[in-house]
């Protein structure tokens, strides 16, 4: 089924309650469009930017992350995940980011989960929270470890100073060609070394255009276990003092929720080298039932719920052990014996020395999840034992008409296996007359709830039958997006070749078979719509047999109504394929010539040829009851446009040109003319 397939009802069902920020977005051209968001998601950023790009709401540097991990994940045509921080009323958060491709033909989306997750105070995720906090900022951030190098510095302060971060890192901050004055660059890191947090220290640099200029330097230390490993270095222009200030202020204040942050996002274990768990947070206390003193020191195995197999926790620890994360849903017990499914994290920590110290766990609760997925895949198999047990023709398609699943008693119908079915487009078991019915219903009612339609099947053998067929168009909630068409068939055969005779009755004459005047009017419009588009003319005849009543008095009405019948048969023996015999009622007659020309000597020239033949075959006539009947005809003529443009025009100018033969000669054909009124 296809993702644009998918439906706001699709996405509210399974995200909007949902804590996390979920995102479902197209992509267009280098930018990503915003199709749908949860609640949470609504709230962050407000429903005002359904419809608009990245680049519309987001600020720049933002806008080129989020769009740099949406195209690796479109390009790589698999799950990216990223994290990043978030510095927003005061509170710092860190976030990761999972990017899901989805491809629907010529279209590409994206479906985004932020999820909020906890992180250590170590040296790394430091330095990634305060470089997230200034990256986007006018400030010239460095990080200077506890040896004097250099070890990594933000866009602004390499642009400051015409700096490549590949030639500098690792290298003396002291030896810097831009340093102008080192001995109070020395004596501020030794400070700050000593564990000293200084701020609006006067410095003198040379930037990129060999031009002194005076910062103020904020030096911030970096503590891991109680010792100065490295040493953050703002920058700002005096003359900016006052927003450094602020940005200071707000900080501060973002490090104060630091630990909030990390025990309200998610279920977190913290596990050493070995398995053993080293600490937790309150939520995963409170999710399993285990006290903190019950958790720590012992392995995951408390909590196995003997779902998985040995080789699947062996897959796991072979991945974290060899230092890459392990993404998956594991089944946990609580210790009250309930599984508690979670889309789980493993990641890897290490030391100085590039060795494993540490595995941090994440979970998020699927249990909910799990439990319809499971009712689902119950409702699906009571759905195939109804549908195998029951003589109706079932079929599912998914939106492009493509079929999913089909009944036994449908293949049994058709003649063909399963495995040949499903795949294969539905209008192709479908016979010639009734394929350009089904697309057009098709293409039409996606968005009805139940309707019906009467096709023709076709067997593998040829054979033809019709069908009555309900169907519903549902949601495809397992692919979440698209939707699905369930078809009920029944074979109507019977049905369809009565209301085809009641059909024909209603429109043909029941004594010659011939079409009638109901007939006649309903074809007469396309008549029409034919001629003017091919610039033509038509006529048409009304034709009365001369002395029909003699036959019935005579003969009688057995012998009267034959003689109607084969007086119909030399009419249409005498005219061609696309002209149209009608009887009238009674011995009359009406033939409509088509595809005449609209000169009027040749028009009149194509006619007369056309009541020679007629007269020809009359004049041979024909044995009824071992008696020859040869009778002759009177006709009256009108011609469109020139005499009429409607069907009662017509005949009443072609009946009082009838007539005038009549009142004259008989046996005789005429054309109206005004003067005949």
């Known amino acids: 089924m296809s993702l644009q397939s998918l439906s706001k009802d699709q996405f509210d069902m399974l995200f909007q309650n949902s804590k996390d920020f979920i995102y479902f977005m197209e992509k267009n051209g280098e930018d990503y469009r915003y199709i749908y968001l949860n609640n949470s998601s609504i709230e962050l950023l407000s429903d005002k930017v359904i419809g608009k790009t990245i680049a519309e709401v987001m600020k720049v540097r933002d806008c080129e992350t989020i769009t740099n991990n949406y195209h690796e994940a479109v390009e790589k045509r698999e799950q990216v995940s990223y994290q990043d921080y978030i510095y927003f009323l005061s509170e710092v958060k860190k976030y990761e980011t999972t990017v899901i491709p989805i491809f629907d033909g010529n279209r590409t989306f994206v479906l985004a989960i932020t999820k909020e997750i906890a992180f250590d105070r170590n040296l790394e995720d430091k330095y990634l929270f305060m470089r997230s906090v200034f990256f986007n900022s006018f400030l010239s951030t460095v990080l200077i470890s506890n040896e004097g190098k250099l070890l990594e510095a933000n866009p602004q302060f390499l642009d400051d100073f015409n ?28 400070q ?41 270095i703002i920058l700002q222009e005096v003359t900016k003092l006052i927003e450094q200030e602020k940005e200071l202020r707000l900080t501060y204040n973002g490090l104060s929720n630091f630990q909030y942050a990390i025990n309200s996002v998610a279920e977190i274990i913290i596990m050493d080298s070995n398995c053993k768990i080293l600490d937790v947070n309150d939520r995963f206390t ?25 080789q699947f926790f062996d897959n796991i620890f072979s991945t974290v052990k060899a230092g890459e994360v392990w993404r998956g849903e594991i089944c946990n017990r609580t210790k009250q014996g309930v599984p508690y499914w979670a889309e789980t994290t493993i990641i890897p920590f290490f030391d100085e020395d590039g060795n494993i110290s540490q595995y941090i766990n994440v979970y998020y609760d699927i249990s909910e999840k799990k439990r319809m997925m499971t009712e689902l895949q119950n409702i699906e198999h009571m759905f195939k034992l109804i549908t195998e047990n029951t003589n109706d023709l ?94 009920v068939a029944r074979e109507i055969n019977d049905r369809k070749e009565i209301e085809n005779q009641l059909s024909f009755l209603a429109f043909h004459d029941s004594l010659t078979q011939l079409p009638n005047r109901r007939y006649l009017q309903n074809e007469f419009s396309r008549i029409v719509e034919d001629s003017n588009r091919g610039s033509e003319s038509f006529a048409v005849l009304y034709v009365d047999g001369d002395n029909f009543k003699n036959v019935n008095d005579q003969f009688g009405h057995k012998v009267g109504d034959e003689f109607i019948i084969q ?83 017509l005949l009443s100018h072609s009946d009082k040109a009838l007539y005038g033969v009549k009142m004259t000669s008989k046996n005789n054909y005429n054309i109206y003319s005004p003067e005949l009124l």
Request: proline share 2%.
């Open 394 to 487: 079932i079929v599912v398609t998914n939106e492009d008409g493509i079929i999913l699943y089909v009944s036994t008693a449908y293949t049994s119908k058709l003649g063909f296996k399963k495995e040949e079915l499903i795949g294969q487009f539905y209008s192709n078991v479908l016979a010639p007359e009734s394929k350009n019915s089904w697309n057009k219903e098709f293409l039409s009612n996606h968005d009805s709830e139940a309707s019906k339609i009467d096709l023709i099947h076709q067997s593998r053998s040829g054979d033809k039958f019709w069908t009555e067929c309900n169907y519903t168009v549902v949601k495809d909630y397992v692919r979440n997006h698209g939707i699905q068409i369930i078809m």
């Open 192 to 232: 700050a070394y000593n564990g000293e947090s200084l701020t609006s220290k006067l410095l003198t640099f040379i930037d990129k255009d060999d031009n002194c200029k005076n910062f103020t330097a904020t030096f911030s230390p970096l503590f891991q276990e109680e010792k100065v490993v490295a040493v953050f």
């Open 163 to 190: 700096l490549n971060i590949e030639d500098v890192r690792l290298k003396d901050i002291i030896e810097m060609p831009f340093i102008s004055n080192h001995i109070d660059l020395e004596h501020y890191l030794k």
């Open 567 to 649: 007086f119909g048969k030399a009419l249409t023996r005498s005219v061609r394929g696309n002209d149209l015999v009608v009887r009238m009622g009674g011995d009359e007659f009406a033939i409509i010539l088509t595809g005449l020309v609209r000169d009027r000597r040749k028009r009149t020239e194509q006619v007369k040829q056309i009541v020679e033949r007629i007269n020809e075959n009359l004049q041979q006539g024909w044995l009824i009851s071992n008696q020859l009947f040869a009778p002759t005809a009177s006709i009256g003529i009108s011609f469109y446009p020139d005499h009429g443009v409607n069907l009662e025009n």
């Open 286 to 310: 409170q999710q399993m039932g285990y006290t903190r003193e019950e958790l720590i020191g012992n392995t995951l195995k408390l909590i196995d719920s003997r779902t998985h197999s040995k």
